[in-house]
């Protein structure tokens, strides 16, 4: 039985890698990286962290999971990651597998939903998860819910009682996770999953000789404003935020070093990535949850004995993570799961394509991955509230294909005006151009009933207010 290790930062775009042009070193993930299968076109399907969280570990999509925008509070209902749904975790662990979660979890309801001083003095968007079904089938246990101090974290194990390491989130993490595989029953196998909050902000809580060592950035892509370049504070955090990545990567390459040092490197599937990226000043803006590359794009490398290194550009989405890694490690997939598999293409057993018929395409998801947003602050539902209007059925739903992105945008107001555009990825990579098209063209005509199946299969209340 293979050993599986998952490991994710936070807020890590696609392309915040030293081998693929962005002005970083990354030379343990660069190595990484030559030994592994890379999905070029793995996807953030809701680029936020608890949905894509939520995605990640059940395989089903955020709505129907109920995960429709981040765990927080301030909102009219509790949002969580319910105990009903079975995450890979129960299923290693119902096999004989050792669990263990580190770092970020972002799943689990915030404690100030239902106390004003919460006994574990979790604060804000903030949880301790104790022992039992909500840590979904993870026996040991080093995390916690939402917190961004990260040169000061604290995290929670089996009692109420915070733990402050007093050191950097990453290297905290990785220093447990090898205390961890040191001291599990070298008898069974494992399934370790290490979440690094870091490269996400703050990015200035970053340790100073990693910042020391990464240079001012003084190229940009084309889609980064030219008043955003001569910007220091802009320049200051895109500085913060690759020094943030040359800690992720030296401490990447500290667990390589322990597998390989332990002989565990042959028994061991290494898998790579992030939760969603970061606009960082791409189309003048910051952060995530919007449909541009840089936000829904994520690192996404696998590698293990007889796993061919290589790029794909099948199309990969969140809800596929889940049914991939049982696939991997031989173990039943769930019928909950509503993603699919990739085990034939990391396996050699099947390549990318185009395929033009529509059923395959439900079916396959080969040819697009459905992208959603949904207001989720409590600021922005509130207007909807008043006028007696699901703010579910607002934001934004879309397609990523091969060569485009498609987004049906209801806005985030009420009363907005609807908008359908698409950019093609061919000619116009940094979307820098949308196409403004009409329900009624042969785009619309072509995609439209695409979407609108995915919509369906989740019930999503956003076709009360589209037209298909």
């Known amino acids: 039985m293979k050993n599986i290790l998952y490991v994710f930062a936070d807020q890590w775009r696609k392309t915040g890698l030293g081998f693929e042009g962005e002005p970083v070193e990354t030379p343990n993930m660069d190595g990484f990286a030559r030994e592994s299968l890379i999905f070029d076109g793995a996807i953030s399907s809701y680029p936020l962290c608890s949905p894509h969280r939520a995605s990640l570990l059940t395989g089903k999509y955020p709505y129907a999971c109920g995960m429709w925008t981040n765990c927080k509070i301030g909102l009219d209902e509790v949002v969580l990651l319910k105990p009903q749904e079975i995450t890979f975790g129960e299923v290693f662990k119902e096999h004989g597998y050792q669990t263990a979660y580190i770092g970020k979890w972002h799943l689990d309801a915030s404690e100030m939903n239902f106390y004003n001083e919460p006994l574990s003095t979790a604060k804000e968007w903030d949880a301790y998860t104790p022992e039992g079904e909500r840590r979904h089938g993870f026996d040991y246990w080093f995390s916690y819910g939402a917190m961004d101090n990260h040169l000061n974290p604290h995290y929670w194990q089996d009692s109420a009682e915070p733990i402050y390491p007093q050191k950097w989130s990453v290297e905290v993490e990785t220093e447990k996770a090898i205390e961890y595989l040191k001291n599990r029953d070298s008898k069974k196998p494992f399934c370790m999953v290490i979440s690094w909050n870091p ?226 990825l061919t000619k116009d990579p940094y979307q820098l151009n949308p196409i403004e098209v009409s329900v009624y063209s042969d ?24 037209l298909f």
């Open 199 to 424: 490269p996400h902000p703050p990015y200035d809580q970053v340790p100073d000789h990693y910042l020391q060592a990464q240079p001012e950035i003084t190229e940009f892509s084309p889609n980064v404003p030219e008043s955003w370049r001569k910007d220091r504070t802009f320049l200051k955090k895109c500085r913060e935020y690759y020094a943030a990545i040359r800690g992720v990567d030296e401490n990447f390459g500290r667990l390589l070093n322990y597998l390989e040092e332990a002989g565990l490197k042959e028994d061991t599937i290494v898998i790579l990535s992030a939760d969603h990226g970061d606009m960082m000043g791409s189309q003048g803006l910051m952060g995530k949850n919007i449909w541009y590359e840089e936000s829904i794009r994520i690192p996404f490398m696998v590698q293990g004995a007889g796993i061919k290194a290589g790029r794909t550009d099948v199309l990969f989405s969140s809800m596929d993570h889940m049914p991939t890694l049982l696939d991997l490690a031989d173990l039943p997939i769930p019928n909950t799961v509503q993603g699919k598999s990739f085990y034939p293409v990391i396996n050699g057993q099947a390549k990318s394509g185009n395929p033009e018929n529509l059923a395959y395409r439900l079916q396959t998801e080969a040819e697009t991955v459905f992208l959603s947003m949904i207001p989720g602050m409590p600021e922005l539902i509130e207007p909807f509230r008043k006028l007696g209007l699901n703010h579910k059925a607002f934001g934004w739903r879309g397609l990523r294909g091969k060569d485009f992105t498609y987004v049906i945008d209801n806005g985030t107001e009420p009363g907005q005006r609807q908008n359908r555009y698409y950019y093609n």
């Open 443 to 466: 785009f619309c005509q072509k995609w439209d009933p695409v979407l609108e199946g995915y919509l369906k299969q989740i019930k999503d209340p956003f076709l009360m207010h589209s």
